[in-house]
């Protein structure tokens, strides 16, 4: 990211931010609510334009593709981890997981054996069967995490993703996070 300014209602949220993220390492943003830490992880993903600058993810330029482009991009190359975690309720965690490889391509019995294979690296081997409503809140994470990392992402994007976790919960996801970074090689930006 090279001296990105993003506007909204005519004020500069960001203002010629530069940002170096290299593979396998982890960038947290800290700041005040409002500072602009989640309208960064936007413009990272290509959710939302730049106003000026570029920004660069995996040696692609998100900031000058189109949407389609933007969002095809994502699927192969962005993991996200969100505080709400935004689980399927129609789909038990298995088949929650297994949605970023079937909306790459995978064939859905390939992508159900690699979905079942990461709730396994993740510590819930035996609930992949389980629907979000049936999973504690910890449990709901790690679904959201391990489907963030079943694609082998080149980043991973993860806003406030313990925020709705007890203390004790919340340390655990995040030692969870940083151990399957290691063994994936992604990188983190983490707000």
């Known amino acids: 990211m090279i001296g990105v300014r993003k506007t909204f209602a005519g004020r500069a949220v960001l203002d010629g ?20 830490k989640s309208t960064l992880l936007h413009l990272i993903a290509g959710l939302e334009p730049v106003d000026a600058g570029m920004v660069r993810v995996a040696g692609t330029e998100v900031s000058a593709l189109d949407a389609d482009a933007a969002a095809s991009f994502r699927r192969s190359a962005i993991g996200f981890v969100f505080q709400a975690f935004h689980l399927l309720p129609h789909l038990d965690a298995a088949r929650n997981v297994a949605v970023p ?26 609930r992949a069967s389980a629907w979000p ?14 489907r963030a990392l079943v694609h082998a992402p080149a980043l991973v994007l993860a806003d406030e993703p313990t925020g709705n976790l007890d203390p004790s919960t ?17 990188a983190l930006v983490l707000v």
């Not at 931010?17 to 800290?30: P, S, T, Y």
């Not at 409503?133 to 391990?146: K, M, T």
């Open 17 to 36: 931010v530069d940002l170096n993220v290299r593979r396998g390492e982890r960038v947290a943003l800290l700041g005040e609510s409002g500072s602009g």
């Open 101 to 126: 490889l079937l909306l790459n391509g995978v064939a859905a019995p390939a992508a159900l054996e690699r979905a079942t294979a990461m709730l396994a690296r993740v510590g819930l081997a035996g």
């Open 133 to 146: 409503r049936e999973l504690s809140g910890g449990e709901q994470q790690r679904v959201a995490l391990a």
């Open 170 to 186: 919340a340390a655990q996801a995040l030692a969870l996070i940083a151990g399957a970074l290691e063994s994936s090689g992604a």
